[in-house]
């Protein structure tokens, strides 16, 4: 999900080969939110945040 643009992620019908289908945008777009997670305390650290 993440570009070639670091830190740029993409999902849905914004991203290559997408179905354009709702189910499939909702669930790239869950899968991108927790590649960014990962993306951010890669670069910043876990700021105190403990998650579920």
């Known amino acids: ?3 070639s643009l670091e830190g740029t992620f993409a999902a849905g019908d914004a991203r290559g080969g997408s179905t354009k ?3 499939s945008a ?3 777009g869950a899968t991108a939110t927790l ?3 990962n993306y951010l305390e890669k670069r910043q ?3 105190g945040y403990k998650g579920d």
């Open 45 to 47: 650290g876990n700021r």
């Open 35 to 37: 590649m960014i997670r």
């Open 21 to 23: 289908q709702v189910a």
């Open 26 to 28: 909702v669930g790239e």
């Open 1 to 3: 999900m993440e570009t």
